[in-house]
């Protein structure tokens, strides 16, 4: 049921699901669905461990920088590859045993690179943030197109009163790219 709930999401969005929809999807009477999940929120809830299931553990042989640039850069691949699904989550407060082996091992990755246990929560907390925000600024950027807003607005920018901006204004219009998401987590994990 979950399987199909994600893809119903996948392919739809999270609008498309709805008990009805998910029971005719299965071939079974909405009721049976309650059986394995009382609401709807219950069965979004139940998204980001299929969303997560392939991301790798944290490789405890590599550097700490390197093994958690690689973890999230895969969270991060997994947030656009499933765009509708990443929506979904990041408007409910969802978590589940997915995430939490995602992040007893950064944190494990990071104690053993003697980061004490507020420092280390700190940063997988900001990793993670970042991922998921960064990824949604992707999503959304890319659904808006060419028409996206961060493209044409400083066409018509006054330089003389925003200079530093008017310098960096070509930047705005620039795709969103795994690139840039790169370089934010290389600034965030060197600092």
């Given at each position: ?31 049976t669905i309650y059986g394995y999940a009382p609401s709807k929120d219950a069965i979004v809830a139940m998204l980001p461990d299929l969303l997560l299931e392939d991301v ?70 900001t990793l993670a943030t970042y991922t998921l925000g960064f990824a949604m600024f992707a999503v959304v950027e890319a659904q808006a197109g060419a028409d996206r807003p ?42």
């Amino acid at each position: 049921m979950a399987r199909a709930a994600f893809e119903l999401v996948d392919q739809e969005g999270a609008a498309a699901l709805t008990i009805g929809r998910l029971a005719r999807e299965l071939g079974v009477g909405p009721m049976t669905i309650y059986g394995y999940a009382p609401s709807k929120d219950a069965i979004v809830a139940m998204l980001p461990d299929l969303l997560l299931e392939d991301v790798p553990p944290v490789d405890m042989g590599k550097p700490w920088r390197d093994a958690l640039e690689e973890v999230y850069v895969c969270i991060y691949r997994s947030f656009l590859d499933h765009r509708h699904v990443t929506q979904a989550i990041a408007e409910s407060p969802v978590f589940g045993p997915a995430q939490l082996k995602i992040i007893e091992g950064v944190l494990v990755r990071l104690e053993r690179a003697r980061f004490s246990d507020a420092d280390a929560f700190e940063l997988q907390r900001t990793l993670a943030t970042y991922t998921l925000g960064f990824a949604m600024f992707a999503v959304v950027e890319a659904q808006a197109g060419a028409d996206r807003p961060r493209a044409t607005w400083t066409h018509d920018l006054d330089d003389s009163e925003y200079p530093h901006v008017a310098r960096v204004s070509e930047l705005f219009g620039a795709e969103v790219s795994e690139r840039q998401y790169r370089a934010g987590l290389h600034r965030i994990l060197r600092a």
